[in-house]
């Protein structure tokens, strides 16, 4: 019996990748080998995807840990081509930590996808709401300085509508003290669409500040998939008469 390619094999194992990168750039994912993801069809880009190497895009200074969760705005349709529905299979995202953070320095997150509800009486229109899927937590240790570090995490997700606005989401369970900073896409920071949970309050990053060099660089890897689980239309307010 032939054996299979060791790459196959490899795959067939890999949950977590983590990117510890600088110039030059190194992919964050690989996009072709499907070996245990979920869905089906071809992988297609969701979220803001890595714009290559900067220094000027680094917004320093924003990250404290302790259970920061920050989110981007996306819609699924913008690089997936799907008739009916999306599945993720990976979320990827880059930020820094100062060059004088103590050595090694450990970070631990998590990262997901959630439902946007709309909330047309708030500042923010719209607010991250139930979670579709989220990957386990995991530490990863640096032993080094880098311009920016990249962390890449395989989850399952089941299939969800594609005509319907989301959020990528990353939590950072850890501190980070000296704290850590975004990586954006050195474009204009768009109002309404880069967001924090910070002390159980919704942030606006761009209206607050905290995001100034271009919208947060979190993306990911997702197929077509049918047939997808209807999204909760509820408004935010609608929502949150439950938690009364």
């Known amino acids: 019996?032939?054996?299979?390619?060791?790459?196959?094999?490899?795959?067939?194992?890999?949950?977590?990748?983590?990117?510890?990168?600088?110039?030059?750039?190194?992919?964050?994912?690989?996009?072709?080998?499907?070996?245990?993801?979920?869905?089906?069809?071809?992988?297609?880009?969701?979220?803001?995807?890595?714009?290559?190497?900067?220094?000027?895009?680094?917004?320093?200074?924003?990250?404290?840990?302790?259970?920061?969760?920050?989110?981007v705005l996306i819609d699924p349709q913008d690089g997936c081509d799907c008739q009916l529905g999306f599945d993720a299979t990976t979320i990827d995202v880059f930020m820094t930590y100062p060059d004088d953070s103590p050595l090694p320095i450990t970070i631990t997150v998590s990262m997901g996808l959630k439902q946007a509800i709309a909330d047309p009486s708030g500042p923010i229109s719209w607010l991250p709401g139930a979670t579709v899927c989220e990957t386990p937590i995991r530490d990863f240790t640096m032993h080094i300085h880098k311009p920016y570090v990249g962390f890449g995490i395989a989850l399952e997700c089941e299939c969800v509508l594609i005509d319907a606005p989301y959020f990528l989401f990353f939590t950072v369970h850890s501190d980070m003290d000296p704290p850590g900073g975004f990586y954006t896409e050195g474009g204009k920071p768009e109002l309404g669409r880069n967001l924090a949970s910070i002390d159980n309050q919704w942030v606006d990053l761009v209206a607050e500040g905290m995001l100034t060099r271009g919208n947060l660089v979190i993306s990911g890897s997702a197929r077509c998939c049918e047939p997808p689980v209807a999204v909760d239309s509820k408004t935010w307010n609608t929502l949150k008469a439950f938690f009364r």
């Open 1 to 71: 019996m032939r054996q299979a390619p060791k790459v196959q094999l490899f795959s067939l194992f890999l949950s977590v990748v983590i990117l510890i990168i600088g110039p030059p750039l190194v992919s964050a994912v690989s996009a072709g080998d499907d070996a245990g993801l979920p869905g089906s069809g071809s992988f297609c880009p969701i979220g803001q995807p890595w714009p290559g190497y900067d220094p000027d895009w680094i917004e320093p200074g924003s990250i404290n840990g302790s259970g920061e969760t920050f989110y």
